[in-house]
């Protein structure tokens, strides 16, 4: 269990893309109160792990009401992440969004979709017809939880990385997360010519 956590854990942080999020949080709660500040990280995280569980568990239930199959989804889900990366790798301004009112800003669109989206939702699901349902739930727990200080921290991030540093983790992370896409798709066409084989 705890030889395959990496495999678990590092897919859905590349998806994430923490470091990418953090100058448009610190736009988004810019002038917020330290009460304030603290609702909406509280509020995001929260939305977020609420919306990959709820998904996981219907998305489950609606593969197997229309016969998709676990390769089925690894070769879709590895062209999404393929080309979710590939457009964040070109694209400068890697998040457009507007800003939310202060009270639901932790929800939309910090929570969802900022946090937890396409990406995030596709790799969990991909994990957890390999992994099992435990792996993939601690792996999102815990990259949850270094959201959250890292959230709290952002002020302080930001000005030691710098805007450029951002920036270059941010396109290595889309690299990783290609990488990812091509594998999730290679895997998916290999299991479907040993059925055929």
């Not at 099992?132 to 815990?142: E, K, R, S, V």
Request: aromatic share 8%; net charge positive; proline share 4%.
């Amino acid at each position: 269990m705890l030889r395959d956590f990496p495999n678990v854990f590092i897919p859905i942080f590349v998806a994430i893309d923490v470091f990418a999020l953090l100058p448009v949080f610190l736009s988004l709660t810019q002038g917020l109160s330290q009460q304030g500040l603290r609702t909406v990280i509280r509020q995001s995280v929260f939305t977020a792990f609420a919306v990959s569980v709820l998904f996981v568990t219907i998305g489950e239930a609606i593969f197997r009401i229309i016969g998709i199959t676990v390769d089925d989804f690894k070769i879709a889900g590895g062209i999404l992440l393929l080309v979710i990366a590939v457009l964040d790798i070109v694209r400068f301004d890697k998040q457009e969004s507007k800003r939310g009112s202060t009270t639901t800003v932790g929800i939309v669109p910090i929570g969802v979709p900022l946090i937890v989206g396409p990406a995030v939702l596709t790799t969990l699901i991909v994990l957890l017809e390999h992994y099992g349902p435990m792996l993939p739930l601690l792996a999102l727990i815990l990259n949850l939880v270094i959201v959250w200080v890292l959230f709290r921290k952002a002020s302080v991030v930001v000005k030691i990385i710098g805007k450029n540093g951002i920036l270059a983790i941010s396109k290595l992370m889309d690299i990783l997360l290609a990488s990812i896409a091509i594998m999730m798709i290679r895997m998916g066409v290999e299991n479907i010519i040993k059925r055929l084989l």
